[in-house]
């Protein structure tokens, strides 16, 4: 892969609670794209500030060696979308949430499925919440290509 980073990028990743995937996502980002001039951060539309992620979620990082059990939510609001130079949705009703509190953030969000690939098209990455580990790894495993394609398609520079 070429280098892509010229100057520090700000990515946003968002879901619902800012719990499972969007943690899940922000620690993959860091993984994927450490010791690159990056600041990668998540929120939640519905997050209630304080949460720490999923048990889950934590247990799925950790097997991929990534570590997120420090991760505390936060509620999405218009400051942190200002603030953001890509914002990565997790469903089309949290790219909906994003450009209803900033309509301005529209060339910087993206519904992260879009970037599913070809042999397993995704409208929205599923939400494991309340379900078993198992489809916490199947979530993990979908975040993990779509950030990769979306990294190789070069909205990242």
Known sequence: MTEKFSESINILT??????????????????????????????????INGNSASEFAIISAKENGIDISGHIARLLDPGIVLDSDIILCMELSHLEWVLSLEPSAYKRVYNLADFSSRNKRLKSISDPYGCSLREYRECFKDIETCLANFIESEHIR
């Open 14 to 47: 968002v879901c619902t609670g800012n719990i499972c995937r969007s943690p899940l996502a922000e620690g993959i980002l860091k993984k994927m794209l450490g010791g690159r001039p990056t600041k990668i951060y998540s929120a939640g539309t519905h997050a």
